[in-house]
């Protein structure tokens, strides 16, 4: 039983559509926080909270083509994965309250999460299930098992430095500087680029 990705769906429509998804929380201030803190490798939260969103979403478009009546959420999909890790701190740094990262994290996040935007219950079981079987509860909603195994990909490419989702996220920076409005797009917290006018 073959699943494979759509063709027609490329980098480009997926940035688009992700951002159109996610993008009261892409555009927030806080998020942008996240660009200021390594993941895994050389990648930020940020960005890799961005590849998630991008693979679960091309997931849920090749399940629900293989699969015809099988629906997702999407947009929970997406807004879920892009607060997975939101749980805002370096968690390489040496402290104490770090030591515990892996089983903590989840807890971390949805509680910023909830502070900072309204979710629902897909978007909540996502982000306190994503580090699942680490984490011994297991995910309620098709939405959070999808996340949960896009995280798990995400997390081995940047580990192994595969680069699979840069243009998606340069993409999602471009949406982003063209919404500001200042035609800067703002790679990290110090790395900034001008779209030529
Ligand atoms: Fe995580
Ligand atoms: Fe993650």
Redesign the pocket.
């Known amino acids: 039983m073959a699943l494979y990705f759509p063709k027609h769906i490329t980098e480009y429509k997926l940035a688009k559509d992700l951002f159109t998804r996610g993008k009261d929380i892409i555009v927030s201030s806080e998020i942008q926080e996240l660009k200021g803190y390594t993941q895994h490798g050389t990648t930020s939260v940020f960005e890799h909270c961005v590849s998630v969103a991008k693979f679960s979403l091309l997931f849920a478009y090749a399940i629900e083509r293989r699969f015809p009546g099988f629906e997702i959420d999407k947009t929970s999909l997406v807004r879920g994965a892009l607060l997975?890790?939101y749980f805002l701190y370096d968690w390489h740094e040496s402290d104490p309250s770090h030591r515990l990262h892996g089983f903590t994290?989840?807890g971390t996040?949805l509680r910023n999460a909830e502070k900072d935007f309204e979710l629902n219950e897909i978007e909540r079981d996502i982000i306190c299930k994503?580090?699942f079987p680490l984490t011994i509860v297991p995910p309620r909603f098709r939405e959070s098992v999808i996340v949960c195994l896009a995280?798990k990909w995400c997390a081995l490419c940047e580990t192994f430095k595969i680069d699979v989702s840069a243009y998606l996220i340069y993409r999602v920076n471009y949406h982003l500087a063209l919404e500001n409005g200042d035609l800067t797009i703002r790679h990290g917290r110090d790395e900034v680029e001008q779209i030529p006018a």
């Open positions: 997975h890790d994290h989840p996040a994503h580090m995280d």
